[in-house]
């Protein structure tokens, strides 16, 4: 399994002397065996930058058997996160009570290859998404549960320390063979929305009514600015993956001239 990954912080931030003044709220780890990313919440809880990194750190070697199975997991370090933290807002009262009151929030996605053949188990708890891309035809395939171009626009599912039971319906599996010449791609919600519209719009597979307003901005950028050939798109994006600058770089243009939503991106790329 040969992986590579980059995360940057999204493109229009505060910056004061040439340093950015927000951190990236986004995580992810590649191991042998297992890819993981995570997005944390900012806007709800606190910490969401310490608790993406925590998930993805804490990441088991095997699947999770269930909802109840991930809940069992986080009870082995969420303690150790929330009194390691403690000492860090005691100085600020709002933030002391809004970490007590609300935790903190991230979403997270993990990618297990199970054989030495390309077999894989893929599991997410958020709205992250995980695409099967063909080098060869361009052909891009999606998650199965993402079954309408709207579904970026829901509120996504959340891990939060604070929560002992976890809703069953966030919590998604799904098992991957690859064919020759497919490879899998891992986004968080902001990146992967963008190369979802841009196929859509490419394939012209867009039957209903767009009623998300993110991606109704995506759309409406690549129906004025169509694609020649798709793969060259997505060579650009994987070629940007070589260096943290190169990755920043391309989100922030996609950013300036394009659609990309204004939000942390982080991508990893399998094959």
């Known amino acids: 399994m040969q992986t590579i990954g980059q995360t940057t912080v999204k493109a229009n931030n505060d910056i004061y002397e040439g340093e950015i003044h927000r951190v990236n709220e986004d995580a992810f780890l590649l191991k042998e065996n297992c890819i993981a990313i995570s997005d944390g919440a900012g806007g709800v809880?606190?910490?969401?930058?310490?608790?993406?990194?925590?998930?993805?750190?804490?990441?088991?070697?095997?699947?999770?058997?269930?909802?109840?199975?991930?809940?069992?997991?986080?009870?082995?370090?969420?303690e150790d996160f929330y009194t390691g933290n403690l000492p860090k807002l005691e100085g600020d009262p709002w933030k002391l009570k809004k970490f007590e009151n609300e935790g903190s929030q991230a979403t997270l996605s993990v990618l297990w290859k199970v054989s030495k053949k390309s077999n894989f188990i893929y599991q997410s708890y958020g709205d992250s998404a995980l695409f099967v891309y063909n080098t060869k035809t361009g052909k891009l395939k999606i998650q199965d549960n993402i079954e309408s171009i709207n579904y970026f626009g829901s509120h996504p599912y959340l891990i939060n320390w604070k929560t002992e039971e976890h809703p069953s319906e966030g919590f998604y599996e799904q098992k991957i063979s690859l064919k020759p010449n497919e490879e899998i791609i891992l986004a968080t919600d902001g990146i992967a929305m963008y190369i979802f519209g841009a196929y859509m719009v490419y394939s012209n597979k867009i039957s209903e009514e767009i009623t998300e307003s993110k991606m109704l901005k995506i759309v409406d950028y690549f129906k004025e600015n169509p694609i020649s050939d798709f793969r060259e798109l997505m060579e650009e994006l994987k070629s940007s993956l070589v260096s943290k600058e190169d990755f920043q770089e391309l989100t922030s243009d996609w950013y300036k001239s394009r659609a990309l939503d204004n939000d942390d991106c982080t991508l990893v790329w399998i094959k």
């Open 45 to 78: 809880g606190i910490l969401a930058d310490l608790w993406s990194k925590e998930l993805v750190q804490n990441v088991p070697y095997n699947p999770f058997r269930s909802v109840s199975d991930l809940d069992k997991w986080l009870s082995g370090f969420w």
